[in-house]
Every structure is written in C-alpha cells, then in structure tokens.
C-alpha cells in the first residue's frame, strides 16, 4: 500500500503563492486539467487570496480555475454529485433562535434551587453565547454531554455542582427542542457533512484531482477527512510550515503551546514522520524558518541556543523589522504611516495582523488623515455604526423618561428629521436647546420642562408633535411587560416616521451597509422573539445591545483601499501581503489571554476531553510563526497602555534571548518609522503666537458699564469687548448641578426678601426662625437633590445665626436699610457722556447721618491692596455713587464704612474702610482713577488686550479660551 500524498510549503515561502505556482507549473501542457480540481482551503478568505494568487501567475493569460471551496462549507449538493440517493440532514438552527432559547432556558433557573442566583435578561444574553460556545466546542471536538455528573467530585465549590445540574437540565431539554423545530446544531451538522463527505470518497473515489491545502486539522471530522483525502489516489494534503528538522528530543518533548503540535499530531493519524513528506515543487527551505524553530524550541532544548551558529540567525534578519512604541497612539500612527508609504510603490501591498480591536479602530482612524478608507476583516459593531446608535438612543430615551442628555443626543442624530427640512429640524433642536433646556438649573426631564411652557408656545407644539409620533411606542413602553415582537415592531414603525422629511418620503435608514444589515437583523429577531417570553420594557435597549455587538459590519469593497487591509490572525491565515505588520504583540493579545469559562472549570474540561488553553495557544503559535517568516514582517507592540506596564509576547521574549545568545542584537532593525512619525505632526516652522489686541471704534465701544465690568475692564479688558462688543455670551450647562454660584444668589435672594420686611427698628424675637422659614422655601423650590440640600442647608444656618446676631447688635444704630438698590453715575467726557451702574447688596442710613454700605460675599474676599489698586472696586465705586452720585431714594451724602460681610462655613465681617477721612481718600482715589480707565478705553487707540496684569488676571473667565491665553502666553508668565 503506498504512504499517503502529504507535501509541505515551508513557511518562509508565500503559502498561496508557492501553491497555485506549483498547480500552474504542474499543468502547464494540459489547462484543462487545472480546471477539473478540486483544492479544500481552511476559509472563504483563504479560497479568495489563492484565487488571485492564481491570477498573479497567470502572467495576465486567460485560465480556468479549478474549484475552491472553504472546508468549513461543505453542503448536500456537492455530496448528491457522488451518490445515487439523495442525503438530507436537519437545518442548523439559526443562531439568534439558538441564542434567544438557550436564554429562555437560563431565565427559568429555579432560584430557589440555585441560591437565588437567577440571572436577569442581560445576563441570560452573555451566559446563553458562552454556553452555545461550549455546545459548539463540545460537538466541534466529537464530543458529547454524558457522564456530566461525574465531572464535579464532592470537594468542589458548591456552584460548580449548580452550573452541572442546569447542564443536566439542559441536555434533557435541549435536543428535544431542537427536534421539535427540526433543527440540529450547526457545529454537529457541519461534523455529519464531513464524515459524509469523507465516506462517499472512501466508497466511490473520485475520478478528479482533489487537493487540501492550508489546514492543520485542528478539528477531528476535518482531520479525518483530510487523512481520507491525503490516501487517495488523486488526493493530496498540503500542510502548511512542517518543519521537517526538528531533532528527536525537541519532537519527543513538543506540547499543545507548539506550533507544530497540531501539524505532528495529523502526522500521527497518517502514521507518517516528518521526513516521509514532500517538499512542495518549487519550494525550499529559507534562513527565516531555521530562525522560527530555533526561537520555537521546546523548553527542555532551549540550551542549545548557546551553541546557536550566530551566522544562522544573521542570515535571517532581514526583512524584520521590530517597533516598541511608548502608547497606543504611537503604535497606531506608526503603523498608519508604514502602511501609507506601501502606498508609494504600485502595485505593493501591505496587512496589519492584530487581536487588539482598539489598536485595529486607531489604526483605521489615523488613516483617514491620509484619505484612506481601509479594510478592517473584523468589521464594526453593529451598536456602534449610526443606525445601530440611533435604534439604541431612541429605546433608552423612552425608557429613562426623556431625560435631557440622551434625548438631545437622539434628536442631534443625523437621521432624525421629525417631518422637517434637514436645516430646520436642526435649527427647532438647537433653539429648543438654548432657550428652553439651558434656562434653568435642574432639568430632571425634558417632558416636566414642557408642561412649564405656555399651551401656544411653538417650541412646546413642536415637541408635542414629536410626542404624538412616538406615543405608540412610549405608551407600550410603560406597560409592566411586553412581547419583544411588539416592542420592535412598534419601536422601528416609530424611529421611520421620526427619520421621513417634510415630504414624508420613504426613510433612508436602510439604504447603506450597515441599515441593510440592520433591518435583517430586525426581522431576524422578529422572528426568533417567540422564543422569548414577554420582558419588561425597561429591559428592551439591553437585549439590543447585547445581541446588535456581536453582529459586524463590513465596508463595502469599492470604499476600501484595494492594497491595505486588516486581518485577525485567523483571517490572516494563508493570505499575501508585501508587507505585514504584526501589532499589538504583548501577552494577553498575542497570544489571548486564557480568559475564564462562565461554564467549566479547567480541570471538568480536561476531564470531558476539551481541548485547554494550551492548544489554542498552540495554533496561534503557529500563526504567529506562519507571518512571522514573510519577506517583510514588522513587529510593534506597545510598552505601556493606560499607564499600566505591558508584557512583550512569550514570542518576543524567546526572539531577544535568542538574539542575546548569539550576540545579534545589534542586527534586528528598528527602522526610523517612530522618529518620522514623532515629526509627522510637528510645523516645518513656528510662528510666535501674539497677544490679541483689537480696536474697534469709539462708536462700537460701550458707554455703559456696570461695577462688575469695570472690575473686569481693569483685569482683562479683552472679556469686555467680546461679551459687550462682540455680544458672546457662554452658554448655561445642561441639568448642572446646583454651584457655588447659585448658592450665593439664592443667599442674596433671601436676605433681600428678609430685609425688605425688616427695613428698619429692631427685629422680632423670632426672627432666627422666620429668616430660616423663609430661606427653606426658597432653598426647597429649587433643590430637590437632598444631598445637595444638606450641604448648602448646614452652610446656609450658620451664616443665618451669625447674621441674626450681627443685626441684632446693629440694629441700636440703624436708621433704615435698603436691599439690592440700583444706582448710577455719569462721568462727562470731553466726548460725551459715560454712565456707570451699580446694584449693592445693602446700605445703610445710620442714626449719626452716614451711609455704610455692604457687599455680601459668599466667597473669597478680595484684599486690601487689590481695592486700593482698583482691582477690585466695586465697593469704593459704590461710595463714588452714593456721595457724587444717584441712588433711588437715598440722600446723596458721607459714607463711613465700607463692609464685606462674608457669608461663608465660618461668616465674619471685614472692613476696608472704616473712618471718614479714610472712605474720602479712597472715593477721591477711585474717582480720578475711573475718570482716567474710561477716557482710556473711550480712544479708538487702546486695544482691549488680554490680561494685561498676569498676577491680577480673573480667576476665572468664560473668554480665556477665545483670546487664546495658552498660546502666547507661557506658564512661568502665568505663575509669576
């Protein structure tokens, strides 16, 4: 009997490329030969890219391809074409039906048989995928669920033996469901259509040339079937990497982490050794894969590496290239630049291979700089494409009552119209928004705010008419359940009138890749809902999340560049690119993690006969080798991500000592990619920032001007001009939290209204109680946060005792007091007239005559020396009006204090200016210095600049970002 037909690609060689060579060569005087093969590849992917390898050696000829075919997709029609009866096999039950039973399933925990441990719905979702991940491993192995009892001895923690009895429950349950809908599972059918396949070609051989090429037989039906193929008389198994040099000890000692492992393992059903298999014709072994299996070594002969020729690995060196980057950030934009400069050569091409999606979306999104839309093989969520995000935001703003921030997020979606022309249904949302949502300080619900406008208000009609379109959709929502059928019905009837124009034009929601994806999922889900019972409504955004993340989206071929792409390691296997770009290789990623098992522990795995972490680590291992040996390979990863230190990939590690050992260190490339991408960003040139200095004229610039912003016209005069002149004013936050600011109106507030009561002779004797009645009604119809009411309320009763007191004491003086009184004064010019107003928080007529006026603060004081300097004037302002000057009602006369009043966790009073001659100085002082601002900034030739006096700049100001401060100003300025 002859051995079978098993040849070997080495893996330094183009797998795809050295193949169809081969096949072209070998026919090359009869074409139609080619044409009547049939070549068994591992994925669609890898029939794709030995398909153009195909017509990358037909040196542009016509040819006839043979059939290729994935061997994961192996259905009856092929096998019908070698037997006289027709074969039939269940369907597999579709994978959303299986998800949606299985959680069916699990939500029927018995709690009170499993320590109450009964999932909810989101859950249920995550542990139904992991338990149809063990369904398929399990038959995906030939295995089955029997003897599960055995499996978790007495001495295991207690849940073990609960997740073992639901596993019973389930094996009773589960294929009778099956059976009922006439499914089977996919993995257990695709198993069946193998070994059928394997048994009609071992009965009746096939009169054709059948190749399997590229797999490792990682799976035991295609092991089987390859074994089957690899004995018949036209077959052939081609491996891929057979390393055929490996000394006995090194063979003797390989384990499941080996790349080899999988590849002796199939030799050992076709009781084979390494050297009885063929080198593919025109293939050879290169310096590169004595390099993959010296750094590959068993642990046991890894001390041959001392004695390694260093000759041996220099030989292999060039062509990689290795990029140890200090972020995330730097990995990605590296990589974007290598892979745009492939572009610089025609006809080159270039791969990223990773397992880290977030290093893969950086990547992708660093290349739109360069305009390049690339192909990413994992695709995008669909939850995170536009329809995805909308269908979600539409769900969860019903269900958390219209509240502000996600509501605003659904009707800003760009497929939101509302019956509206695009640019007016934008302009209603952002007049809504600013006038409507930005009024106030707490804003629970946007529905509560509504009811608060007048019934012919135009924003309130317009909001209604939102409502009335979505009603359907909320009033089911309030149900306590109901069915998932229902709510997607109603809720994508709902989201298509919300999406139509005001032409009421058919929605445009599905018309891209990911909208066409989207309404099959819908309809997919439809239909496999009534395999779940109703769920309440409040549950609806998790079942869709849960399930719409694990669909992909893909772009569509003609928006992807033709050359770049990215690849997992999976898809990745058998493909060709020029240069391939091996990134984000740090443990973890490359190879993955163990994860954990939400269904089986290590040891009930090893005892059922599933394969462990070790095998899985073994055919990455070897996909990690198969690239590693391309003609260029470049190999990135990141030290450090999110401050955490990394771990290089066990791979890396066993390369550098490897390097080490032979001294060759200094002959691994690292290329200058990091430095050109550092550059990348930096200007060919600088240009030194100035200060901003703008002049509008006389007639643009005001002549009015509060106290406030004459303080702000000496600090930084750049603020005036833009609120005053240019008219900019902040927006309020949306739902903000109620700030120290607003605390010290509300404070202002009450002692007004107090006042005002209590304008002159002595006070009540309850006047503690009546002044703190007063203050939590006032304090009650704006807070409704208690926490919030806590912290203010136990601030706000010490500076009330304290005030009570102080009146008190005061009172034995006092005249009369007014509160919150407006005043002016108006300063003739040589060129007009300037007027300045102000509104004090108190004054006094004491019974000597005098004036005393206060200013309450409920924050830091200012210091002496900033109210001298002008800084802070308000107070000798104040005494400028009240003696030159106008207050409603007010004698002008003396003033003989000037008191800050500070209102705060310990209140005290402070004076600035406590004695006649003292206040006349300051007034005399003030009012020159005011006469002098104002003719200043009344010449159209004063710039208003920004923060003129760095140690005397605001704190705080809405308009530092526009003056651009940080540009032309550096921080040491700032400090000083």
């Not at 791969?351 to 695709?379: F, P, Q």
């Not at 703003?397 to 119209?417: C, E, G, R, Y």
């Not at 909208?515 to 109703?534: C, E, H, M, R």
């Not at 002082?925 to 004063?942: A, P, Q, R, V």
Request: charged residues 20%; hydrophobic residues 40%; glycine residues 4%.
């Amino acid at each position: 009997m002859s051995l079978p037909s098993v040849f070997t690609i080495p893996m330094s060689e183009s797998f795809v490329d050295t193949l169809a060579n081969g096949l072209i060569t070998e026919t090359i005087d009869n074409q139609l030969k080619l044409s009547s093969m049939l070549i068994l590849l591992p994925t669609k992917r890898s029939c794709r890219a030995l398909r153009e390898a195909f017509i990358r050696y037909s040196s542009g000829k016509s040819l006839l391809l043979p059939r290729m075919r994935p061997l994961g997709d192996i259905d009856e029609e092929e096998l019908v074409l070698f037997n006289d009866n027709n074969i039939t096999l269940p369907q597999a039950v579709p994978e959303l039906h299986r998800r949606l039973l299985l959680t069916n399933l699990i939500l029927k925990i018995n709690s009170k048989h499993y320590n109450n441990l009964t999932p909810n719905l989101e859950q249920a979702i995550y542990l139904a995928g992991e338990l149809g991940q063990l369904i398929d491993q399990i038959y995906t192995e030939g295995l089955d669920f029997n003897n599960l009892s055995d499996l978790v001895p007495d001495d295991y923690a207690a849940h073990w033996q609960i997740t073992i009895d639901f596993l019973n429950i389930l094996t009773d349950h589960w294929s009778a469901i099956l059976e009922e809908n006439g499914w089977i599972e996919a993995s257990l059918r695709r198993n069946r259509l193998i070994e059928l396949q394997a048994e009609q070609w071992q009965i009746k051989q096939p009169n054709f040339p059948i190749l399997a090429a590229g797999s490792t037989g990682s799976i035991p039906a295609t092991a089987h079937l390859l074994s089957v193929i690899a004995c018949l008389p036209q077959g052939r198994l081609v491996l891929p990497g057979l390393d055929q040099t490996m000394d006995p000890i090194s063979i003797a000692n390989i384990d499941s982490t080996h790349p080899q492992s999988g590849l002796y393992h199939m030799l050992k059903l076709l009781n084979l050794t390494p050297d009885q298999v063929i080198l593919w014709p025109g293939s050879k072994v290169g310096p590169r894969d004595n390099l993959i299996r010296e750094t590959m070594r068993p642990i046991i002969t890894t001390d041959s590496w001392v004695h390694l020729d260093p000759v041996i690995v220099k030989s292999a060196l060039p062509g990689i290239t290795r990029i140890d980057c200090q972020s995330l950030n730097e990995e990605a934009g590296t990589i974007a630049l290598i892979m745009r400069e492939t572009l610089e050569k025609p006809d080159r091409t270039a791969a990223l291979v990773t397992r880290d999606r977030d290093l893969a979306r950086r990547v992708s999104s660093d290349l739109h700089r360069y305009g390049i839309e690339i192909n990413d093989s994992a695709g995008t969520p669909l939850s995170l494409t536009s329809i995805g995000a909308l269908l979600i935001l539409f769900a969860q703003m019903v269900v958390d009552n219209f509240s502000i921030h996600i509501t605003l997020a659904t009707l800003k979606h760009p497929l939101i119209l509302g019956g509206l022309p695009s640019g007016v249904f934008r302009s209603r949302v952002c007049q809504f928004e600013q006038q409507i949502l930005r009024s106030s300080i707490i804003t629970p619900s946007i529905t509560e705010i509504i009811m608060t406008l007048n019934s012919k208000s135009e924003l309130r009609i317009w909001f209604e008419n939102l409502l009335e379109t979505i009603k359907n959709f909320v009033t089911l929502m309030k149900k306590p359940s109901a069915s998932v059928c229902d709510l997607l019905n109603t809720h994508i009837s709902c989201i298509e009138r919300l999406a139509r124009d005001e032409h009421q034009t058919k929605t445009t929601l599905w018309n891209n890749d990911a909208g066409k994806l989207a309404i099959n999922f819908i309809n997919d889900l439809t239909q496999a809902s009534v395999n779940l019972p109703p769920i309440a409504p409040c549950n609806y955004p998790k079942l869709l999340i849960a399930l719409m993340r694990e669909i992909a989206v893909h772009s569509s071929c003609g928006e992807a560049h033709p050359r770049l792409s990215i690849f997992g390691p999976l898809e990745a296997r058998l493909q060709h690119a020029d240069r391939l770009i091996l990134g984000g290789l740090n443990e973890d990623s490359w190879p993955p993690s163990n994860g954990s098992d939400s269904w089986m522990s290590i040891s009930m795995r090893k005892k059922i006969g599933l394969s462990l972490s070790e095998r899985r680590i073994g055919l990455s291992a070897h996909d990690f080798s198969q690239m590693f040996a391309s003609p260029e390979v470049i190999l990135t990863r990141t030290t450090r991500i999110n401050g955490i230190q990394t771990v290089p990939s066990r791979w890396l590690l066993r390369l550098d000592t490897v390097l080490q050992a032979t001294k060759c260190t200094d002959s691994l490339s690292h290329g200058n990619w990091k430095y050109w991408q550092k550059i990348r960003d930096l200007p060919t040139h600088f240009i030194k920032s100035e200060a901003p200095a703008p002049a509008p004229p006389r007639t643009a610039r005001p002549h009015k001007l509060s106290v406030t912003n004459i303080e702000t016209l000496r600090r930084d005069p750049y603020a005036v001009y833009a609120r005053k002149i240019l008219n900019l004013y902040p927006l309020n936050p949306i739902n903000t939290n109620f700030s120290v600011i607003d605390y010290g109106n509300l404070v202002h507030k009450i002692f007004d209204i107090f006042l005002k009561t209590h304008s002159h002779d002595l006070l009540p004797l309850n006047a503690l109680d009546e002044l703190l009645s007063l203050a939590h009604k006032n304090f009650t119809e704006i807070m409704n946060n208690t926490n919030l009411m806590v912290f203010w309320w136990s601030r706000f009763e010490k500076s009330a005792r304290w005030f009570i007191d102080k009146e008190n004491e005061r009172r034995k003086y006092l005249e009369k007091s007014w509160s919150e009184v407006n005043g002016s004064l108006e300063i003739i010019l040589p060129i007009g007239c300037f007027q300045i107003t102000a509104r004090v928080d108190r004054i006094d007529l004491m019974k000597d005559g005098t004036l005393i006026i206060i200013d309450y603060k409920t924050g830091a004081l200012p210091t002496k020396i900033e109210i001298e300097y002008g800084f802070s004037p308000q107070l000798p302002i104040e005494a400028v009006i009240a003696k030159y000057g106008s207050f409603p009602g007010i004698t002008a006369t003396d003033v003989s204090k000037l008191l800050y009043w500070q209102l705060s966790n310990d209140p005290n009073e402070k004076s600035f200016a406590s004695s006649t001659k003292e206040i006349d100085r300051l007034v005399s002082t003030t009012f020159s210095g005011l006469k002098e601002l104002i003719t200043l900034f009344d010449n159209e030739s004063t710039p208003y600049i920004a923060c003129p006096y760095r140690k005397r700049a605001p704190k705080f100001s809405d308009y530092l970002h526009l003056a651009r401060v940080k540009e032309w100003s550096s921080i040491e300025i700032n400090k000083k």
